[in-house]
């Protein structure tokens, strides 16, 4: 519980941290919209390559704990499309389902590589890494087809959409880092050296652009698609999650690598992604805040069912 906590905590100082600076010494939209589209296209890709580059594929249970976590992304991806008529109904539109669908789906890469970690050393961060790999590149096409077909003011034809994944900063990451990785292409060390620095500063200023978001009188009566992003995270995604591994055979380190990195709540990158796409920011914002509260008891849970 400790290890979870301590991972979580500098999440949740650093959006509190972006709230307070929206109040006090950036007041200005203008302000963190460039704070934004510096993170879209700069450090979240950044991130993502280097990220990838540096995952090591060779010793650890690639099919197992990748196909778990891929079958339980694409699982919960189609639950959230099947129940979108239902949701609609409730008064969910479609902007706001898109901030459901990406909180249910997406994760956040440094409270997962840092939890396992602290757990299991260099094998839990290998393992984390195969999870990176197989969750990152999907979500992150589904993220921006789904924003791309429903927070549109209008419908899209489909060539729209597939100019809008092409032209995505964080999809061409993806298939930079995972090229990179498995032609074992070398990298200069100043571009490590650049790589990191930027990769490291995108985490804190994610959040805290997450933080200047958020409207804190929301948390106190969190709307009911923070609730349905909250609950679809925290406890089904996990809940697939496990069932999957186990159905792969994986047991001890490798199923409490799959818990945990199903069960963490979603990427700051989302937020930013649901800005720059026309998705419901403000409720993307409340789900990641509460997600990130909660989690602090649901994922020594997921691990513990693991064990």
Not at 27 to 43: A, I, K, N
Not at 50 to 68: C, E, F, M
Not at 83 to 95: F, K, M, N, V, Y
Request: with cysteine.
């Amino acid at each position: 519980m400790a290890v979870v906590i301590a991972a979580l905590l500098p999440v949740f100082v650093l959006i509190v941290l972006g709230v307070v600076l929206k109040r006090s010494l950036m007041r200005l939209d203008t302000q963190w919209h460039g704070l934004e589209r510096l993170t879209y296209f700069v450090l979240f890709p950044m991130l993502l390559i280097q990220t990838l580059v540096k995952a090591d594929l060779s010793k650890v249970p690639v099919a197992g704990v990748g196909g778990a976590l891929l079958l339980s992304a694409l699982a919960m991806s189609l639950l959230c499309l099947a129940l979108r008529p239902a949701l609609s109904r409730l008064g969910i539109d479609g902007p706001a389902f898109t901030s459901i669908f990406q909180g249910a789906t997406r994760w956040q890469t440094f409270v997962g590589l840092s939890v396992a970690a602290n757990l299991f050393g260099d094998v839990g961060l290998a393992l984390a890494s195969v999870a990176m790999v197989a969750i990152i590149p999907l979500v992150n096409v589904l993220s921006v087809v789904v924003l791309a077909h429903y927070a549109a003011p209008e419908k899209q034809p489909a060539r729209a959409i597939v100019m809008t994944v092409i032209r995505n900063p964080l999809i061409w990451a993806c298939v930079i880092g995972l090229a990179v990785n498995l032609t074992h292409m070398p990298l200069p060390k100043l571009w490590h050296e650049v790589a990191d620095a930027l990769s490291r500063s995108s985490l804190a200023i994610g959040l805290l652009v997450t933080g200047a978001g958020l409207h804190l009188e929301g948390l106190l009566r969190p709307s009911l698609g923070a609730a349905i992003g909250v609950v679809f995270k925290l406890a089904l995604m996990p809940a697939l999650a496990l069932v999957l591994g186990a159905w792969f055979g994986l047991s001890g380190n490798s199923l409490a690598i799959v818990a945990i990195c199903a069960a963490v709540p979603t990427s700051p990158s989302a937020y930013v992604l649901a800005r720059q796409m026309g998705g419901d920011a403000p409720l993307l914002a409340q789900i990641i805040t509460l997600q990130t509260i909660f989690a602090a008891i649901t994922m020594p849970m997921a691990i513990a069912l693991a064990a």
